[in-house]
């Protein structure tokens, strides 16, 4: 783009290119400098990580000596986490968004309900873990820091995030594919369970698996909920303490050692981001396998 | 939904015990969302009212000092709300002008290949845990600011507001860019007709139409700087001091406490069921549900004012 100033006045004042070729470069750079930021911590990151994060590192217990210390036992809580978080997330918050886009009219209600849903999607994950910890700690007595109270507590805290995100799935589905159903006589449920939902499912399982992306990764709740800082063994049952990636990289990070500064942790953190990317994958495998479908 | 035009071929008084019955099974699980705010207004309300009744809620709003553990207790929440302010003000510095150019620049400059490419890259900055930010910000971003500023301990809320600042930057690029997205091209045409750059068009045009767009994500992205929690328990520290507006550079330089790294504080420390520092948790859980919600609600607003405009 050539640079040069016009005189000529306009409606909006005085055209100039020379303040629209900078004010492009400017709002390109606030774009990347977010990006450019991420990219380069992330580098340094990876960098640190070298040398700390082997197979050792994977199979073994934290250990007060940096060089014995590991994650197994915060890798395989936070695994087992998710899938308990799946197995609650997943049919509520299906049984929800089908209720709110197949179901419900729109009166008082259903919007009350809807911006109730919204809300709490913003709702800091700090007071989901009070919530944890005054419901199922203190009133259902599931136990101080166990696997069940963590499922449960960050399950409520993901569940706007999977409503919303299957609502748009449900939502995608043509009415002339409803309207089809009905006129072969089926009912409300056959018309869900043959039509809308083969056809959404894919949309629906690509929004949940990123909000477990993000379970993966919260902190915060299992902090309240009293998970406890170091775990030495794999949790045993449903009713048993544990330990999860990020309340081991929390912990560390606490420690003046800068082998654990400059290393143990970046392995953790490295190891987290590497196990959240990967479930981000499978959500975006399918979501392209998808879209490959329906475009044939 | 079916809209009006298609005719509505559902069976009417056809349904049977088992369609009544899965509609019930579905609405229990929508009016599950509802039973979770209950849940947690009744779980903070019943021991914040345990706690104010043994601590007036006078004293704990006007309270300069927070001590809850050790003695003499004290439960003054105004240093975790400066220390709050101090972080979410920081914050705003990067995020809004950040977030609004970068929505600027994918829904006015951007090439689709462009933004098919950044919005993803932007949208990561939201997906990355918050307990690895913080790591971040200690580890790699004050020592970068020890450089410029020798002074500056080993925790400060410049680092956490620095690292806050960059996390929320996707939740005011994406919600203003959709605002921007709905202004209709015929107003982009017509001041192009009359001669106008883009950098016209997107100051006098665009930002002005879609204002109530971006006035909603920034009350949005505040409302998660406020209860961002991981980054700045790790990165600004655990000291509950009230914020010296004389003493400009100290304030961002050192190590303060927010609502939430309270919270974590109490909730990591062993504080039984019965004490009085446990139900000071709920207290000011209770205080920062408050504020976020508020504005959550607000923000929601605001933004459906954008939606209604153009339809």
């Known amino acids: ?296 | 939904m079916s809209d009006a035009t298609t005719p509505d071929l559902t069976r009417k008084g056809g349904q049977n015990t088992r369609e009544l019955a899965y509609r019930i099974g579905f609405f229990t699980c929508a009016l599950l969302s509802v039973l979770t705010t209950l849940a947690i207004v009744l779980t903070l309300l019943g021991d914040a009212a345990t706690f104010f009744s043994e601590v007036s809620p006078v004293e704990f709003l006007t309270g300069t000092t927070w001590s809850p553990a050790n003695d003499p207790v004290n439960f003054g929440v105004l240093p975790l709300i400066t220390g709050t302010l101090v972080i979410t003000f920081g914050a705003a510095v990067i995020a809004l002008p950040v977030g609004l150019l970068t929505a600027i620049y994918l829904s006015e400059y951007a090439s689709d290949r462009a933004r098919s490419a950044l919005k993803p890259a932007i949208e990561v900055l939201a997906g990355v845990p918050t307990v690895v930010y913080g790591y971040f910000a200690l580890v790699y971003i004050t020592p970068a600011l020890s450089v410029v500023f020798p002074t500056i301990s080993t925790f400060n809320a410049l680092s956490a507001s620095i690292i806050v600042g960059i996390m929320i930057i996707p939740m005011v690029s994406s919600i203003s860019e959709d605002a921007m997205s709905a202004v209709p091209d015929s107003l982009r045409e017509a001041s192009y007709g009359l001669g106008a750059t883009r950098f016209t068009v997107s100051t006098s045009v665009v930002v002005p139409a879609s204002v109530s767009g971006i006035a909603s994500s920034y009350i949005l992205a505040l409302s998660r700087a406020i209860g961002e929690t991981m980054a700045v328990t790790i990165a600004a520290g655990n000291t509950p001091r009230l914020v010296d507006l004389t003493d400009p550079a100290g304030i961002f330089l050192n190590s303060i406490q927010t609502m939430t790294a309270a919270m974590v504080q109490l909730g990591a420390s062993d504080v039984t069921g019965q004490s009085i520092a446990y139900r000071s948790l709920f207290a000011v859980g209770l205080a920062l549900f408050v504020i976020t919600f508020a504005m959550n609600l607000i923000s929601e607003w605001v933004a459906s004012r954008y939606r209604e405009v153009y339809r």
Do not use: C
Not at chain 1, 8 to 21: C, H, L, N, Q, Y
């Open chain 1, 1 to 296: 783009m050539a640079v040069e100033t016009e005189s000529e006045g306009t409606a909006f004042g005085e055209v100039s290119r020379w303040k629209d070729v900078v004010f492009e470069y400017v709002t390109l750079a606030a774009t990347l400098l977010g990006i450019v930021t991420l990219g380069v911590l992330l580098a340094y990151v990876t960098v640190d990580a070298v040398g700390w994060l082997d197979l050792q590192f994977l199979t073994s217990p934290p250990h007060p000596l940096p060089e014995e210390a590991g994650l197994f036992p915060a890798l395989v809580g936070s695994i087992l986490l998710m899938v308990l978080i799946a197995l609650i997330t997943f049919p509520l918050g299906v049984g929800a968004a089908i209720y709110l886009e197949e179901y419900a009219s729109d009166n008082a209600l259903t919007r009350f309900i809807q911006l109730n849903i919204a809300n709490l999607a913003g709702v800091p994950s700090v007071v989901y873990g009070l919530l944890g910890l005054g419901l199922f700690v203190q009133l259902v007595n599931f136990g101080y820091g166990t696997l069940l109270v963590a499922g449960f507590t960050v399950s409520l805290l993901i569940l706007p995030i999977v409503i919303i995100s299957a609502q748009e799935a449900i939502r995608s589905v043509p009415d002339s594919l409803r309207q089809a159903s009905y006129g072969m006589g089926a009912t409300k449920r056959q018309t869900i369970r043959n039509v809308v939902l083969p056809r959404s499912l894919p949309g629906i399982m690509t929004g949940t698996i990123l909000a477990l992306g993000r379970a993966i990764g919260e902190t915060a709740p299992l902090i309240m909920i009293g998970v406890p800082t170091t775990v030495f063994g794999v949790p045993t049952g449903l009713f048993a303490k544990f330990s999860a990636m990020p309340m081991q990289i929390y912990t560390w990070s606490s420690y003046p050692d800068t082998a654990f500064q400059y290393g143990v942790v970046s392995a953790g953190v490295v190891t987290l981001l590497v196990v959240l990317l990967s479930v981000n994958s499978i959500a975006i495998l399918i979501r392209n396998k998808y879209q490959t479908e329906n475009s044939t």
